[in-house]
């Protein structure tokens, strides 16, 4: 009974201490004299809070709280003071770090935040030294720190100040307070990486909700943020094993809204940085659960029309999937079909060297099921009239594992490509396209000139029997009209 | 059509188009369902059509889309509504496939379909349905179920109503928040068919649970419905539950929040009454108008004069006033745009007195606004001033503000003054215009940019409409035919397109004897565009004037033209004559 209490206690302390800080806005900080004020208020508010339990049993509570708060001045250096000390002085230096100032405010005097700065970089050494010890105040203290200082909701995307008004302004915002954060966040990265860190007491502070608003932070527009947090997030993934399952389902949620609903994320390329370490570490066989994710959360993500900011991270993803599992590679190109881009041709060559690093690890098997839609699109895409995307389309038959398979199905696959290929000869504008057309044929006629030239005579018969085929649908659907309007509607 | 027709299967042709590779042949097919469905009539259509397209949901995204959509208007094709139901099956497919747009669209025309529907329908297979997606294994049958409780619920006996509440309780709880938010965002159209005793308890606890999200999207979507959801409370209801919910947002720490908030405030003014406006709304209202964040203030600055039209006028000059002039002179030029598209509207609520004293420094100081943008905004609302304190106290002001953004030089800054000069005209009179702002009509004739040019001749049509025939002669007509001997083309174009423009206003006699005679002489033009050009104008002007002038004068200068070595003003030379012979055909 005790015990459950104990547990509860400073996660709810957490939380409403939280409140306090956030509720109030800048124009608070100002009516604060100094900053030893305020930290020895938030020291009284907690010390009376835990009174209650003090009087239970100090025994059972670990002291350290309310020593460092009340006895140890956090302004001392670390090297000041005793060993016994120095826990102490640790987590009110940490503390002292919750009163997160205003930084767009340029009047405010730059004193307290000189201090806090200093105070940061002296953890961070402390910290780096190995010489911090985090029992379970310490963990506590250092999560409110950095929940209170990272949680943020970040400012709109400024419209452009200049009057021009039509200049695309794509200048990434910048947090003022950077320089504070990018310590909070070494901070927190040491914290994590700790190597004497006990799992089993961090897992309660760095908990669900903690997890879930740091991942709202890769949202960040600053690249170094969301670094930072790449980096931050794969190593909670690899310490904390009990919360692995519940980032996994955060991030898909995340990526969901991207896709479904917004189309607007910035962390996007780190998030799946980060899962493709993940993905590599999968058992085999693969949990149906981890195949969802690449069903329901990576194929979709080709679809949003920023797929080049991460579809390098994307591809590693897929490929990595499609490696624990070949049988996987049929599913992967079905999709790579279905969300092919019509008219933008970046997205169009980033498809076509997915696709090539795909069917690369594609087995004969897998490669029958998809093989007539899949030369279909091929077909198109050697047409296309963006002369990069129909020279990078030829340059597939360069790859031996490809031509391997192209060889081995040329019965389906040459009926498919060849009209493209002439219809290239014929009339595409491009000479290195024509050149690589030309020797593609070469090289399809070297394969099997008899089939060749059965495609050649399919075609003409198709050519000359396509105006019939359309007037014959014309007249169809007028045939259909006339039965229709025979028919009277209820 | 052949002589030896094969027998014709409607059901044959649509599974063959939708066998082709061409995605266009199979989009077509299917828009052309109903074709297929009356040749089929309504039996086969039930039998044999509904269920193949049930079966047919691999297709590409577009196709699903349109055949969504087909279905919503299917009802007659299938006998009716006591056949309605077979459309349910294909449409609870679409309701759960991944592309977001296919869903909404199911989800629409189930809710075309479902409104159609007699209630036991109802009862028999649409609440069944609604019941399947709300209980599916993907997130997206769920979503799309939030959408159709509406629809169910008003028909159902009182223990599935009962049984409906709670499933949608259960989808605001769910575990993906992309459900949560559907919830949320359909909360108030399910709230809205809920008995009010229901309302009160099972409808708003969903509300506050939603509202305590711990996803910042879901409360905010929560938000989004709540001026909707107490407008179904009674006025005490609203302020004792929605109330505090709302003033508690406006100072969320999310600016999104308090955005949103901003732009629902005004509504929920309406539906709770005049004395928690004053004691909750105004303050929480005022405190917006003062937020740190600029998208939180262009929100509020743009509900000011709303704002101010439910509050007495004393209220309105205590609170809100003040903050209209902070806003004035706020940083973010886009606040002060906000408020300058609305601010004029104060005009009327405040009255005369209030408006001189209090008002018009403010419209002045925003007409002096650096960016043009909070001028224009100014300028296009004049007339709602002009009718509380007339235009004379703010024409000085006006007058360089107006050739400062005549003069602007990014060329949509000065398209969109010339649309506001026949406003202007009309509100300022003749006399001002004649002064001052005649010279800007001409020289926006000779702008660089095109679309300033033909803005400009358009202006001259309007104005010649506003002020008359007379006018036109003494103060346009003059200055523009000087521009016949401009030597720049293209200003001898311009002036070609204003001709046309004014002939029909002016009149037959003007034309002839103004107009007409410049535009032959642009026909001997060096330049071929002048020529094919008066071409045109020619053509256009064959109905403003007499027979006679036709003939003697349009039809010779055509002829002329249709001999040109020009292939182009040929052919528009051509084109003009067999007008000519249209109409003395008719006439």
């Given at each position: 009974?005790?015990?459950?209490?104990?547990?509860?206690?400073?996660?709810?302390?957490?939380?409403?201490?939280?409140?306090?800080?956030?509720?109030?806005?800048?124009?608070?900080?100002?009516?604060?004299?100094?900053?030893?004020?305020?930290?020895?208020?938030?020291?009284?508010?907690?010390?009376?809070?835990?009174?209650?339990?003090?009087?239970?049993?100090?025994?059972?509570?670990?002291?350290?709280?309310?020593?460092?708060?009340?006895?140890?001045?956090?302004?001392?250096?670390?090297?000041?003071?005793?060993?016994?000390?120095?826990?102490?002085?640790?987590?009110?230096?940490?503390?002292?770090?919750?009163?997160?100032?205003?930084?767009?405010?340029?009047?405010?005097?730059?004193?307290?935040?000189?201090?806090?700065?200093?105070?940061?970089?002296?953890?961070?050494?402390?910290?780096?030294?190995?010489?911090?010890?985090?029992?379970?105040?310490?963990?506590?203290?250092?999560?409110?720190?950095?929940?209170?200082?990272?949680?943020?909701v970040f400012p709109p995307k400024?419209?452009?100040?200049?009057?021009?008004?039509?200049?695309?302004?794509?200048?990434?915002?910048?947090?003022?307070?950077?320089?504070?954060?990018?310590?909070?966040?070494?901070?927190?990265?040491?914290?994590?990486?700790?190597?004497?860190?006990?799992?089993?007491?961090?897992?309660?502070?760095?908990?669900?909700?903690?997890?879930?608003?740091?991942?709202?932070?890769?949202?960040?527009?600053?690249?170094?943020?969301?670094?930072?947090?790449?980096?931050?997030?794969?190593?909670?993934?690899?310490?904390?094993?009990?919360?692995?399952?519940?980032?996994?389902?955060?991030?898909?949620?995340?990526?969901?809204r991207?896709?479904?609903e917004t189309?607007r994320?910035?962390?996007?390329?780190?998030?799946?940085?980060?899962?493709?370490?993940?993905?590599?570490?999968?058992?085999?066989?693969?949990?149906?659960?981890?195949?969802?994710?690449?069903?329901?959360?990576?194929?979709?993500?080709?679809?949003?029309?920023?797929?080049?900011?991460?579809?390098?991270?994307?591809?590693?993803?897929?490929?990595?999937?499609?490696?624990?599992?070949?049988?996987?590679?049929?599913?992967?190109?079905?999709?790579?079909?279905?969300?092919?881009?019509?008219?933008?041709?970046?997205?169009?060559?980033?498809?076509?060297?997915?696709?090539?690093?795909?069917?690369?690890?594609?087995?004969?098997?897998?490669?029958?099921?998809?093989?007539?839609?899949?030369?279909?699109?091929?077909?198109?895409?050697?047409?296309?009239?963006?002369?990069?995307?129909?020279?990078?389309?030829?340059?597939?038959?360069?790859?031996?594992?490809?031509?391997?398979?192209?060889?081995?199905?040329?019965?389906?696959?040459?009926?498919?490509?060849?009209?493209?290929?002439?219809?290239?000869?014929?009339?595409?504008?491009?000479?290195?396209?024509?050149?690589?057309?030309?020797?593609?044929?070469?090289?399809?006629?070297?394969?099997?000139?008899?089939?060749?030239?059965?495609?050649?005579?399919?075609?003409?018969?198709?050519?000359?029997?396509?105006?019939?085929?359309?007037?014959?649908?014309?007249?169809?659907?007028?045939?259909?009209?006339?039965?229709?309007?025979?028919?009277?509607?209820? | 059509?052949?002589?030896?027709?094969?027998?014709?299967?409607?059901?044959?042709?649509?599974?063959?188009?939708?066998?082709?590779?061409?995605?266009?042949?199979?989009?077509?097919?299917?828009?052309?369902?109903?074709?297929?469905?009356?040749?089929?009539?309504?039996?086969?259509?039930?039998?044999?059509?509904?269920?193949?397209?049930?079966?047919?949901?691999?297709?590409?995204?577009?196709?699903?889309?349109?055949?969504?959509?087909?279905?919503?208007?299917?009802?007659?094709?299938?006998?009716?509504?006591?056949?309605?139901?077979?459309?349910?099956?294909?449409?609870?497919?679409?309701?759960?496939?991944?592309?977001?747009?296919?869903?909404?669209?199911?989800?629409?025309?189930?809710?075309?379909?479902?409104?159609?529907?007699?209630?036991?329908?109802?009862?028999?297979?649409?609440?069944?349905?609604?019941?399947?997606?709300?209980?599916?294994?993907?997130?997206?049958?769920?979503?799309?179920?939030?959408?159709?409780?509406?629809?169910?619920?008003?028909?159902?006996?009182?223990?599935?109503?009962?049984?409906?509440?709670?499933?949608?309780?259960?989808?605001?709880?769910?575990?993906?928040p992309?459900?949560r938010r559907s919830a949320a965002s359909n909360l108030w159209?399910?709230?809205?068919?809920?008995?009010?005793?229901?309302?009160?308890?099972?409808?708003?606890?969903?509300f506050e649970?939603l509202t305590q999200d711990d996803q910042d999207t879901v409360r905010l979507l929560a938000v989004e419905g709540c001026a909707a959801l107490g407008k179904?409370?009674?006025?005490?209801?609203c302020?004792?539950?929605i109330l505090p919910v709302i003033v508690n947002f406006s100072q969320d720490k999310s600016w999104r929040v308090r955005y949103m908030v901003a732009n629902q405030l005004y509504e929920l003014c309406e539906a709770?009454?005049?004395?928690?406006?004053?004691?909750d709304l105004?303050?929480a209202y005022?405190r917006l108008l003062r937020d740190n964040e600029a998208e939180v203030r262009i929100a509020a600055a743009g509900k000011v004069?709303k704002f101010?039209?439910?509050?007495?006028?004393?209220?309105?000059?205590?609170?809100?006033?003040?903050?209209?002039?902070?806003?004035?002179?706020?940083?973010?030029?886009?606040v002060?745009?906000a408020?300058?598209?609305?601010?004029?509207?104060?005009?009327?609520?405040?009255?005369?007195?209030?408006?001189?004293?209090?008002?018009?420094?403010?419209?002045?100081?925003?007409?002096?606004?650096?960016?043009?943008?909070?001028?224009?905004?100014?300028?296009?609302?004049?007339?709602?001033?002009?009718?509380?304190?007339?235009?004379?106290?703010?024409?000085?002001?006006?007058?360089?503000?107006?050739?400062?953004?005549?003069?602007?030089?990014?060329?949509?800054?000065?398209?969109?003054?010339?649309?506001?000069?026949?406003?202007?005209?009309?509100?300022?009179?003749?006399?001002?215009?004649?002064?001052?702002?005649?010279?800007?009509?001409?020289?926006?004739?000779?702008?660089?940019?095109?679309?300033?040019?033909?803005?400009?001749?358009?202006?001259?049509?309007?104005?010649?409409?506003?002020?008359?025939?007379?006018?036109?002669?003494?103060?346009?007509?003059?200055?523009?035919?000087?521009?016949?001997?401009?030597?720049?083309?293209?200003?001898?174009?311009?002036?070609?397109?204003?001709?046309?423009?004014?002939?029909?206003?002016?009149?037959?006699?003007?034309?002839?004897?103004?107009?007409?005679?410049?535009?032959?002489?642009?026909?001997?033009?060096?330049?071929?565009?002048?020529?094919?050009?008066?071409?045109?104008?020619?053509?256009?002007?064959?109905?403003?004037?007499?027979?006679?002038?036709?003939?003697?004068?349009?039809?010779?200068?055509?002829?002329?033209?249709?001999?040109?070595?020009?292939?182009?003003?040929?052919?528009?030379?051509?084109?003009?004559?067999?007008?000519?012979?249209?109409?003395?055909?008719?006439?």
């Amino acid at each position: 009974m005790l015990k459950q209490i104990l547990i509860k206690l400073p996660r709810k302390l957490q939380k409403s201490d939280l409140l306090d800080s956030s509720g109030s806005d800048s124009g608070n900080h100002t009516s604060n004299s100094g900053n030893g004020v305020q930290c020895t208020n938030i020291g009284n508010s907690i010390s009376s809070r835990l009174s209650v339990v003090k009087r239970v049993s100090s025994a059972v509570f670990p002291a350290s709280i309310m020593v460092g708060v009340e006895a140890v001045e956090p302004y001392l250096s670390c090297t000041d003071v005793s060993i016994l000390q120095k826990q102490s002085l640790f987590i009110s230096k940490l503390n002292l770090c919750c009163e997160v100032s205003d930084f767009s405010d340029p009047d405010k005097t730059s004193a307290e935040q000189d201090l806090k700065h200093q105070t940061l970089i002296e953890l961070v050494d402390f910290v780096s030294t190995g010489s911090a010890k985090f029992n379970e105040p310490a963990i506590a203290a250092m999560c409110k720190m950095c929940a209170v200082n990272l949680f943020r909701v970040f400012p709109p995307k400024y419209r452009s100040n200049s009057i021009s008004g039509e200049v695309e302004d794509e200048e990434p915002m910048f947090d003022p307070s950077w320089s504070n954060l990018q310590l909070v966040y070494d901070l927190l990265l040491g914290f994590i990486t700790y190597s004497s860190l006990d799992a089993k007491v961090a897992k309660k502070y760095v908990d669900h909700s903690f997890i879930s608003r740091l991942l709202d932070l890769f949202d960040s527009e600053d690249p170094r943020e969301r670094d930072c947090l790449k980096t931050i997030l794969h190593r909670i993934y690899g310490k904390l094993m009990v919360h692995r399952p519940f980032v996994r389902k955060a991030v898909s949620n995340i990526i969901y809204r991207f896709v479904f609903e917004t189309e607007r994320h910035n962390g996007i390329a780190e998030l799946l940085e980060i899962f493709g370490s993940i993905i590599s570490g999968f058992a085999v066989p693969l949990k149906e659960e981890h195949k969802m994710f690449l069903w329901k959360a990576l194929i979709p993500l080709h679809k949003p029309k920023l797929v080049g900011v991460y579809h390098q991270q994307l591809t590693f993803c897929v490929v990595q999937f499609i490696d624990k599992d070949p049988k996987l590679a049929d599913s992967v190109i079905k999709g790579l079909l279905k969300y092919w881009p019509v008219t933008n041709s970046q997205k169009e060559l980033m498809f076509i060297s997915e696709l090539e690093e795909v069917l690369e690890m594609t087995g004969m098997a897998e490669f029958l099921k998809i093989m007539v839609p899949l030369f279909r699109r091929i077909a198109f895409c050697l047409n296309s009239s963006h002369y990069q995307v129909a020279e990078r389309t030829h340059l597939l038959w360069n790859n031996e594992h490809i031509l391997n398979l192209v060889t081995h199905n040329r019965q389906v696959i040459f009926p498919l490509i060849f009209p493209a290929l002439e219809r290239n000869s014929e009339n595409h504008w491009n000479q290195a396209v024509l050149n690589l057309t030309q020797s593609i044929k070469k090289m399809l006629c070297e394969m099997d000139e008899e089939l060749v030239l059965a495609c050649r005579q399919k075609m003409e018969e198709e050519n000359s029997q396509s105006s019939e085929a359309t007037e014959k649908r014309k007249l169809i659907w007028e045939r259909l009209e006339t039965a229709a309007n025979v028919i009277p509607p209820a | 059509m052949s002589t030896v027709e094969a027998p014709l299967y409607p059901i044959a042709v649509l599974i063959d188009e939708l066998k082709n590779d061409d995605i266009q042949l199979r989009l077509n097919s299917i828009r052309r369902l109903s074709t297929i469905a009356r040749a089929l009539g309504e039996e086969r259509t039930r039998s044999e059509l509904i269920p193949f397209l049930s079966e047919n949901n691999d297709d590409d995204d577009e196709v699903l889309l349109a055949m969504a959509e087909e279905l919503g208007v299917f009802i007659p094709y299938v006998g009716g509504v006591e056949h309605a139901h077979v459309l349910l099956t294909p449409l609870e497919t679409l309701c759960t496939v991944e592309e977001t747009c296919v869903r909404d669209k199911a989800v629409e025309s189930l809710c075309k379909i479902g409104s159609q529907m007699r209630g036991n329908d109802l009862i028999e297979w649409f609440t069944p349905l609604v019941k399947r997606l709300a209980a599916g294994e993907w997130f997206t049958a769920r979503v799309s179920a939030c959408g159709l409780f509406h629809i169910a619920y008003p028909s159902a006996p009182e223990t599935l109503k009962t049984e409906l509440r709670s499933i949608y309780g259960q989808l605001c709880q769910d575990d993906m928040p992309m459900v949560r938010r559907s919830a949320a965002s359909n909360l108030w159209k399910f709230a809205g068919t809920v008995e009010s005793a229901h309302l009160k308890a099972d409808i708003m606890q969903m509300f506050e649970d939603l509202t305590q999200d711990d996803q910042d999207t879901v409360r905010l979507l929560a938000v989004e419905g709540c001026a909707a959801l107490g407008k179904l409370l009674e006025p005490q209801d609203c302020a004792a539950r929605i109330l505090p919910v709302i003033v508690n947002f406006s100072q969320d720490k999310s600016w999104r929040v308090r955005y949103m908030v901003a732009n629902q405030l005004y509504e929920l003014c309406e539906a709770v009454g005049p004395e928690p406006i004053r004691t909750d709304l105004l303050p929480a209202y005022v405190r917006l108008l003062r937020d740190n964040e600029a998208e939180v203030r262009i929100a509020a600055a743009g509900k000011v004069t709303k704002f101010c039209q439910i509050l007495s006028p004393e209220l309105a000059i205590q609170h809100i006033l003040p903050c209209v002039k902070e806003l004035s002179l706020d940083s973010s030029q886009h606040v002060r745009a906000a408020l300058a598209s609305v601010v004029m509207g104060m005009a009327p609520v405040l009255g005369k007195d209030a408006t001189i004293e209090q008002l018009l420094p403010i419209f002045l100081s925003l007409l002096k606004d650096e960016f043009p943008d909070v001028r224009l905004n100014i300028i296009s609302k004049l007339d709602q001033v002009n009718q509380v304190i007339g235009i004379d106290l703010l024409s000085q002001s006006l007058l360089p503000a107006i050739v400062e953004l005549a003069e602007d030089r990014h060329w949509r800054v000065r398209l969109a003054i010339i649309e506001y000069i026949p406003l202007l005209a009309n509100q300022l009179g003749v006399g001002f215009f004649d002064d001052k702002l005649g010279g800007l009509c001409m020289q926006w004739l000779q702008d660089k940019v095109y679309s300033i040019r033909d803005a400009a001749a358009n202006n001259l049509k309007r104005l010649a409409e506003e002020f008359g025939p007379d006018w036109a002669m003494q103060h346009i007509i003059p200055q523009v035919l000087e521009i016949a001997n401009d030597s720049h083309y293209l200003h001898r174009m311009t002036l070609l397109r204003a001709i046309s423009l004014l002939g029909p206003v002016l009149g037959s006699e003007i034309t002839c004897s103004k107009l007409l005679p410049v535009v032959v002489n642009a026909s001997k033009d060096r330049v071929p565009n002048i020529k094919f050009n008066v071409a045109k104008v020619l053509q256009s002007l064959i109905s403003v004037v007499d027979q006679s002038v036709v003939e003697k004068t349009i039809r010779p200068c055509l002829v002329e033209l249709s001999e040109d070595p020009d292939v182009d003003v040929r052919y528009f030379a051509v084109q003009g004559l067999q007008s000519i012979d249209q109409v003395t055909m008719s006439s």
